[in-house]
DNA sequence: GTCTATAGACTGATAGAC
DNA sequence: GTCTATCAGTCTATAGAC
């Protein structure tokens, strides 16, 4: 993430400095429950100010929410073209991306997903994701041959949605698990760890992709 | 759902028309972002009958959490201790329990992750799930027995976890599905529906539990 | 039990001094 | 750019009539 080399730096500028605690609060919280005084606390200065760099708390919002979707997306729309790694190599990039972006970010997709739930057009239609934007891509394709090559009742769809399905819930769902399996946080990051092998291998099962 | 009975009546009491109205608006937008003006609103009263039953804004929804983290543990919890169905059988009944469940109630899920994650510790608790109560399972050694059958590399807890990720993230993430593959709303439910037949099988796939 | 009216607290945003 | 003070609007909750 390209914020948290800034957010180690004392030197940042107030709106840097407002734009963290924004994100940090709105990611924890959503919308509806931050508060612009929580914000201008946490970011060591006033509501005015906030006022004075972002016009309004939706605005604010706003911007957030754009680069979070865009944490959550531009990777994949890259991904899913790039013509030069083979079927095996992308299933692998997906999975550790995101176990990475959500080290990191933990909060992250339960955030998007929740505030998509409130809007959705819009807030889709502000990530600037164009539509079918996989269903046309090589990604596809190459998961189709490998259908086809193997014969086994899946289509791509399903595919892409488990490799997101089995990377990403166990993130969002955190909370339980470390409660019912009475995990402290460094045992619940192990775990996800864990999954960046099984996950890949998994897939390439369903595929018959095994050597 | 036993409320979806309720729903379709005609006489039904204050009270649950209050709770139904909280219950829906709840799970839609979350806590914060649910004013005591709309519950009254789309419950057909004032605010002062709202405070009448229920006392206070925060009463109403522990109410509203309580019975939506039951609708989604309850079952789990029943099922696992179980002796009479194998493992298939059970793998098949919790990905039918869930899928029926968000038929009836789309936002269950990411209502109950959501607030979970705001606190997580008050609200387990709150929902009387024991701690170890999925570990010490008979399911659990049902899975146990299975791996060690099998020689498969995997453990029970990430099988579980495999098959609750593969059916409750498309559900959670139905606004993106439908966007990006263009579905409508007759499309999102068929393509869930497809999974209910899927999931188990992937599944015994994972286990080498097929015939 | 149900209503209207309103108290009392909170929230987002701005005016104006420095 | 940054602050204090405060306004105007909204929110939850309650008093009191019926």
Redesign the pocket.
Known sequence: MSHNFQSMQKDQ???EKIKLAAKKLFHEKGYGQ??????AEAA?????????????????FNIIMLESLQDMFFFIRDLANEKNSNLEAKIEAIVNRYIEIFREEPNLPLFVLSEIQADPERLMQKSKIPKNILTDSYFFKQIDEQIKKSGVNITPIHVFLNIISLTILPVVARPIISYMYDMNTTDTKYFIEERRQLIPLWIKTMLKLDK
């Open positions: 500028t107030t709106e931050t508060k612009t005084r929580d914000i060591d200065i006033n509501t005015a100010l906030l006022n004075y760099y972002f016009r309004s708390k939706e605005n604010l």
